[in-house]
């Protein structure tokens, strides 16, 4: 929840249960959904459903009840070659906030460059070649990498500036709106 009336407000509860945390949701501008499998691994689409679809539904029930005017929600880049019932997971929490009658804006970072995150920073010439190739040009773009400053500049910049029916964030627009002010 963000709200400049609210510094440092903690919320202590289960992320797949309105019932736990609803209660504590402020009637504010934005929620910001954070959510989701730690460290996702293709082999966890049991807990993806759980977790991040889970999570998803909860906090949609939640922002309705507080009366939410904007909810801002990280996804990832799809289509992908990669980690299908994670990006399918994703599809279906996307298309749930899309039906949900909240204003929304959803980011889709393919991969997030920050600490303990820097191992595909060794594909970066590998992108910039891809960019380059009209052919791969459009996949390069989609799949790009973005740094963790991009990222929390991006969320920022959305709940600064919320949406009007459902906006999308792919990683130009990361890059895009990620930019230092």
């Known amino acids: 929840v963000c709200s400049s009336d609210l510094p440092g407000l903690k919320v202590v509860g289960d992320a797949t249960d309105a019932?736990?945390?609803?209660?504590?949701v402020p009637p504010a501008d934005t929620f910001v959904h954070l959510a989701g499998v730690r460290r996702p691994k293709p082999w966890q689409k049991k807990r993806f459903r759980e977790t991040d679809?889970?999570?998803v539904q909860a906090?949609?029930?939640?922002?309705?009840?507080?009366?939410?005017?904007?909810?801002?929600y990280v996804s990832v880049a799809h289509p992908a070659p990669i980690m299908r019932a994670y990006v399918s997971v994703r599809v279906e929490c996307e298309r749930l906030l899309e039906?949900?009658?909240?204003?929304?804006?959803?980011?889709?970072?393919?991969?997030?460059l920050g600490p303990g995150h820097r191992w595909p920073?060794?594909?970066i010439p590998s992108y910039w070649i891809l960019r380059l190739l009209?052919?791969?040009?459009?996949?390069a773009q989609r799949l790009g990498l973005v740094k963790v400053d991009q990222m929390i500049n991006?969320?920022?910049?959305?709940?600064?500036h919320p949406a009007t029916g459902v906006r999308v964030l792919d990683v130009p627009g990361i890059r895009e709106h990620g930019r230092e002010p």
Do not use: C, D, M
């Open 53 to 55: 679809l889970g999570s």
């Open 19 to 24: 019932g736990t945390f609803a209660s504590s």
């Open 121 to 123: 920073a060794i594909l």
């Open 99 to 112: 039906q949900s009658g909240l204003n929304v804006t959803i980011l889709r970072p393919w991969y997030v």
């Open 134 to 139: 009209p052919w791969t040009r459009g996949f």
């Open 59 to 72: 906090s949609i029930a939640a922002a309705t009840a507080a009366g939410i005017k904007h909810f801002v």
């Open 154 to 160: 991006a969320l920022v910049w959305s709940v600064e």
